[in-house]
């Protein structure tokens, strides 16, 4: 394998050089470069396997161009050159695909081997998956079903499809003398279940049609036999392996079909594609429209939400978010423009967060919410915005440095608990209501909350909305008997009683001296 070195110092450049004999280890020197940009250019001829590169470097940096290779997807390993102070920019390039990294001040020959074969092993290993699944792919679309769907496609494209019965069925490999009509199922995926790996669940069908990842359209003849489609595709696609269900997404729905039967035609398959739309807007957003209406979306509110987001406010933020949710309710655009919209909230909501406290590690946040499948995972608008309310709030945490230990924690369960008592303290729930939530005991969740975090479950709810009340009272426009219903309490002495024993002071007492 082809190795090239990236380093503006020609003394590393020759230190590596020289450090271990490359044929012997079943590596080839390829050359060198002296900085990012030189090492780019480098790589466009495709022979390089390896890439070990320096961070700090003149024109191109070595982050800047491990960011390139992972945008433009080249099939390379990276090792990244790197000093005691520059650990973090170290962990960056790992995120956007480094393999490894060696420390200057203590490059030996033998780590150099080791972090060089590991950096091979990785990359055969990759590639031989890769080779694995466009074969996989290859034979996939070569079959007959596949074909025929691709087909189908490029004629409901043309303006106007054909009519005739005969196009349709001599297409579908049917007797053209045979009355029998076809029936379409729409299928639409969340999970970890594409639509690549999903197509192989339908044997029996006529055709297959992709439209995105996750969703695609079964053909089937339409017959006695087929009069109970759905539950047919729904049967066939869980024995394929169904979507798995990871803990704290039990109450998400994975799947959702829709069918349209007495199919005779493209004109008549035209048509049903626009009711499978119906179907499937009706679906995601809970209720009955005979029309599609793809209003507008929530501009005004996003930006308000953002300001909230900004003061770390999550009382503001909470309502904007609910705002957005009943907007969108309202207004019902396509949902297409809906992932788009979330998606895109997501990310600004991120980078607003970091604006104003660029130490803010959103590693924890990146890998729950920001993957491209997070918005699209969800198929009806109440999940999703479910989804955006944890996302947010756990922004905010973070901003306000509580709870960190919380949301960085690997149990989900953990995660859930501490999300659900953040968006919803100012109800009277208790700790009964947030075990139900995560359908775990009370006294099996208190046991595991108080175990991860080192503080009762009790007194995190009890703490959220003290921080809570005191952002009330800090603010002035309300009363304590306002507050205290505000935070989930119906006597205002037990609340003020409450304040006292954890804030040290009482309500007017903390008023007064802020």
Not at 122 to 131: F, G, I, P, Q, S
Not at 175 to 187: E, G, K, L, P, R
Not at 303 to 316: F, G, K
Not at 345 to 370: G, I, P, R, V
């Amino acid at each position: 394998m082809n190795v090239l070195i990236v380093d503006d110092e020609p003394i590393i450049r020759q230190v590596l050089r020289t450090m271990i004999d490359w044929e012997s280890e079943g590596l080839a020197w390829y050359g060198e470069a002296e900085d990012g940009l030189e090492a780019w250019d480098a790589l466009q001829k495709g022979e390089i396997d390896i890439v070990v590169t320096d961070i700090l470097m003149p024109r191109m940096d070595g982050l800047e161009l491990v960011r390139k290779l992972e945008q433009e997807q080249l099939d390379v390993a990276v090792v990244v050159l790197s000093c005691l102070d520059d650990f973090q920019v170290v962990k960056e390039a790992m995120k956007h695909g480094a393999g490894d990294y060696i420390l200057k001040p203590t490059m030996e020959p033998e780590g150099l081997t080791v972090v060089l074969h590991e950096a091979k092993e990785a990359l055969v290993r990759k590639r031989t998956e890769a080779a694995e699944r466009n074969r996989w792919r290859e034979q996939l679309e070569q079959s007959r079903p596949t074909q025929t769907g691709l087909y189908l496609r490029r004629l409901l494209e043309e303006e106007p499809p054909l009519e005739k019965d005969e196009q349709l069925r001599s297409l579908c490999g049917t007797n053209s003398t045979d009355t029998a009509a076809f029936v379409s199922c729409m299928i639409h995926l969340s999970s970890d279940l594409n639509w690549s790996s999903a197509s192989g669940a339908f044997p029996d069908a006529i055709a297959l049609m992709s439209w995105t990842e996750r969703q695609g359209m079964v053909l089937y003849l339409d017959s006695a036999a087929a009069q109970d489609i759905t539950a047919h595709v729904r049967g066939q696609l869980q024995a394929h392996g169904g979507p798995r269900v990871s803990a704290g997404e039990v109450d998400r729905p994975h799947f959702f079909i829709s069918s349209v039967s007495g199919i005779h035609n493209l004109v008549e398959l035209q048509a049903a594609l626009e009711q499978h739309q119906l179907e499937w807007e009706r679906y995601f957003y809970a209720g009955s429209a005979d029309t599609a209406r793809d209003g507008r979306l929530p501009q005004e509110e996003k930006h308000n939400l953002l300001r909230a987001l900004a003061a770390a406010n999550s009382e503001a933020a909470l309502h904007w978010l609910r705002e957005i949710a009943h907007r969108i309710a309202a207004e019902r655009p396509q949902v297409a423009r809906v992932y788009a919209f979330y998606q895109e909230l997501l990310s600004l909501a991120a980078a607003f967060a970091q604006q104003y406290n660029e130490a803010l590690d959103l590693e924890t946040y990146e890998e729950a919410y920001l993957h491209s499948d997070s918005v699209p995972n969800h198929l009806q608008l109440e999940p999703l915005a479910q989804f955006t309310e944890s996302a947010i709030l756990h922004l905010i945490t973070l901003q306000s440095g509580m709870g960190s230990d919380v949301m960085t924690s690997r149990n989900p369960f953990i995660r859930k608990a501490y999300e659900y008592m953040q968006a919803h303290y100012h109800l009277p729930v208790s700790t009964t209501d947030i075990a139900d939530h995560v359908r775990l005991s009370r006294s099996y969740l208190s046991d595991l909350y108080s175990k991860e975090t080192g503080e009762p479950l009790s007194e995190a709810l009890t703490r959220i909305r003290m921080q809570a009340a005191k952002r009330m009272l800090q603010d002035g426009s309300r009363k304590v008997y306002e507050i205290a219903e505000a935070v989930g309490f119906h006597d205002a002495k037990a609340f003020a009683k409450t304040f006292k024993k954890l804030v040290g002071c009482t309500p007017k007492e903390f008023v007064d001296r802020e």
